[in-house]
């Protein structure tokens, strides 16, 4: 007996191939009816026989493709009959409660790979080749239901070729949305100071690819913005472009035609090769063979480069018979965000690129290159954004209320919840200028409209400074506003990505975050759960003379913490660092900090890192935040073992670290020659025997066995392994970072999820 049902299939990520899927099992069980987007999932009518219909549901359940995250499946029955005579794929309609999934873009596929490059083939070397499992996503995306109409490509109209192709339920480009060939989709520019050029496809590429190895700078326009591309194999143009983008020392990503290039300068293990040939196409970053000739400017005083492999068609064919590898670095002036649009570009970046390789395709939502690295064999975020974003983050937990959170300041996220999911944005930039501020509102506003969430929550970081923050307090007062501490929300942040919950041992080592006394906190430990935060010990504070150029003078730090091991006498100590510091303006700085004068107190990890860094003389003024620390970790000794003692004074409710006696052995080191990839790696050590040693004095009050590790701090790979190891090594359960960063780019979604439990145990 002929039946009728219709299934409604929640949470489907558009634009995978799904309804495809749909047709064409219909079609092979004869069943009629129709398949069609709509806002609130995929809806299936379908007639035939109730067995079939049973065996059709399953294999939905079942087989359906990788990327398509289905959330549930539901059908309704004893239908009147529609009477279908055949089984179609129909027009989405926009009624209804919208909601669905989007897919992140995806790296170019075997399958247009080969089409790319056969001469037999129409869309033979055209550089916007895609199809249904590849190709723009995220980026063109306007509004939903995802459809041609609602994308950016809706500027071309298909030629019959392209529609043919779209129209046919056995064709892989069926309902591929950004379908396109060289007759009716987007065309390449190439622009100069001379004007436009305008040739083929083909000539164009070839020009530049001329142009690159004659040492010019050329802005490439990609999926999610632009690129400032140059050949990574010689000097000068890497030096030009650090001098023309204001960039100092910070590390130039590179781009390589294949494995086996990358292979030519890095150490790739499986797992790294793995990653980085995914359709997600991250930066991975590499530890750096010691033959690689890769001139250090590129990436100066770290031991790794950052590597891609070539992930939209234009790439492919730009690195054909290519055997150098390219810098490709984000389009932006330094601290600006990536540019995306061409008008804007050629504004902002003419100084920069000495030409413009460009396309008509508009790219709707900005996204940089998100980047990874791989630990125990496990994906670890640094940066998290095209090809990742805008897949949301699946919680243990419900959200009882729709809530958006604002993040922290640099390297900044925001996050929308729903159910059982955390939508955490692409990485946006620091929040230090308007241009990024803007494209932070409008990322939320088109998250909103894309997800179709109306959040009531908002949350926040205490800092009354960020802005953020400030954007969080101006939204309309019927929203309820949620404070969340940073380094609560770090933790939460990494409860969340583990998918725990329930009280651990946290560990916040980190850059700044603002206290609930107004202190900069970050070196801190916790007993902490999704609602609460209680402080257990925390390293002593001390000031930062000039505040936020104590930050960029690592110096100041080391100064500081001499001065407070060995009193105004560490100006005669036999020390290359004292010898090279500028007395008078220590004195200034000294009565500051004495005084308090523009010197904020701080319990950093991060500040105490610098302090250690300058005092080796590594560095004294950072060009990109971080940079002391990580230099610190480029040159520690791998084999060393033992490490120093930090002093802990028991208190009532906080205990207080001391990390004068680790100055005090440190220094005695150096002034006896012990070589400072010793120091370094000892200074390590004993941050890592410092969280072990208050790990266990909470085990042994609490019971408490599983240990949260979050921060800045432990994006230092050499600290998070050697904690990691001594900790499990004493039975304790450790829990990091993999699917959001371990830096500021994961407080949204910690903070979402503190004002979750907030505001579900009454507390607000
Ligand atoms: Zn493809
Ligand atoms: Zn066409
Ligand atoms: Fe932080």
Redesign the pocket.
């Known amino acids: 007996m002929t039946i009728r049902a219709q299934i409604t299939v929640r949470g489907v990520v558009q634009g995978v191939g799904f309804r495809p899927f749909v047709f064409s099992h219909a079609q092979r069980r004869a069943l009629k009816g129709q398949v069609l987007n709509s806002s609130s999932g995929v809806l299936i009518d379908v007639e035939g026989e109730a067995c079939t219909i049973e065996e059709f549901i399953k294999e939905i359940k079942t087989n359906s493709p990788p990327l398509s995250l289905i959330e549930s499946v539901e059908r309704s029955v004893n239908l009147d009959l529609a009477h279908y005579t055949d089984f179609r794929i129909v027009e989405s309609s926009a009624n209804g409660r919208r909601f669905t999934h989007m897919s992140p873009d995806v790296g170019t596929c075997d399958d247009c790979l080969k089409e790319l490059f056969d001469p037999q083939d129409r869309r033979y070397q055209y550089p916007f080749i895609n199809c249904t499992n590849c190709g723009p996503r995220f980026t063109i995306i306007e509004d939903i239901p995802y459809d041609r109409a609602q994308t950016t490509m809706r500027d071309f109209e ?2 019959r ?2 529609r043919a192709e779209y129209e046919d339920p056995n064709d892989r480009r069926f309902h591929a949305e950004p379908t ?2 060289a ?3 987007p065309k390449l520019y190439l622009l100069s100071a001379n004007g436009l050029d305008t040739g083929g496809d083909a000539e164009i590429i070839e020009r530049v690819r001329d142009l690159l190895l004659k040492g010019r700078i050329i802005a490439i326009k990609g999926i999610g913005g632009f690129h400032l591309a140059c050949d990574a194999l010689s000097q000068e143009p890497v030096q030009q472009l650090r001098k023309r983008k204001y960039r100092e020392d910070k590390p130039f990503a590179i781009m390589a035609a294949s494995v086996e290039i990358v292979r030519q300068h890095c150490f790739v293990p499986d797992a790294e090769s793995h990653l980085l040939q995914s359709g997600r196409r991250p930066i991975l970053l590499l530890d750096r063979k010691p033959t690689s000739t890769i001139p250090p400017e590129v990436a100066p005083g770290v031991n790794t480069l950052g590597f891609m492999l070539p992930y939209t068609p234009l790439h492919h064919l730009l690195f054909r018979n290519l055997d150098r590898p390219l810098v490709m670095t984000s389009g932006n002036v330094s601290n600006e965000p990536i540019c995306y649009d061409d008008d804007e570009a050629s504004k902002r970046l003419h100084k920069i690129a000495d030409y413009f390789l460009l396309h008509n395709r508009r790219i709707h939502m900005r996204t940089d290159d998100s980047v990874v690295r791989v630990r125990e064999g496990q994906e670890m975020v640094v940066r998290r954004s095209r090809g990742y974003a805008p897949a949301p983050i699946k919680t243990a937990f419900t959200f009882g209320r729709q809530v958006l959170a604002c993040g922290a300041e640099l390297k900044s996220t925001f996050c929308l919840t729903r159910h059982s999911y955390a939508f955490v944005s692409h990485h946006i930039g620091d929040l230090e200028n308007l241009e990024t501020l803007r494209s932070f509102a409008e990322g939320i506003t088109h998250f909103k409209r894309l997800f179709h969430l109306e959040p009531e929550v908002v949350a926040y970081d205490l800092h009354p400074e960020y802005l953020s923050t400030k954007y969080a307090l101006s939204q309309d007062d019927g929203l309820t506003k949620v404070a969340v501490q940073h380094h609560h929300a770090h933790i939460a942040s990494c409860m969340v990505d583990n998918q725990i919950d329930g009280e651990v041992i946290g560990v916040a080592m980190d850059g700044l975050g603002f206290g609930t006394d107004g202190r900069m906190w970050g070196g801190e430990f916790f007993v902490a759960d999704f609602a609460a935060a209680q402080r257990i010990a925390h390293l002593a504070y001390v000031p930062m003379p000039g505040g936020a150029k104590a930050i960029r003078e690592p110096w100041r730090m080391a100064a500081v913490y001499l001065q407070w091991t060995f009193g105004d006498e560490f100006l005669d100590l036999n020390l290359p660092f004292v010898k090279g510091l500028d007395k008078r303006c220590w004195t200034t700085l000294r009565s500051m900090a004495a005084t308090r004068t523009n010197s904020p107190e701080t319990s950093s990890m991060g500040r105490l890192f610098d302090a250690v860094s300058s005092i080796l003389r590594l560095r004294d003024i950072v060009n990109y935040e971080g940079q002391a620390a990580i230099e610190l970790e480029g040159i520690a000794d791998r084999h060393c073992t033992e490490g120093y003692d930090f002093g802990l004074s028991l208190g009532n409710a906080e205990d207080v670290i001391d990390a004068r006696d680790v100055i005090r052995r440190a220094v005695g080191d150096i002034m006896d020659g012990v070589p400072p990839a010793i120091v370094s790696a000892r200074f390590h050590l004993s941050v890592a025997r410092l969280i072990v040693a208050v790990a266990e004095n909470v085990r042994s009050e609490l019971r408490l066995n599983r240990v949260v590790l979050s921060g800045g701090v432990f994006q230092n790979l050499f600290l998070l392994e050697r904690t990691c190891e001594m900790l499990r090594a004493r039975g304790f359960q450790v829990f990091t970072h993999s699917r959001v960063p371990t830096n500021d780019g994961g407080i949204s979604l910690g903070q979402a999820a503190v004002a979750n439990a907030l505001i579900k145990s009454g507390r607000i």
Do not use: D
Request: glycine share 12%; with cysteine; hydrophobic share 45%.
């Open positions: 298909m030629c070729a392209c396109a060939c007759v009716c989709g």
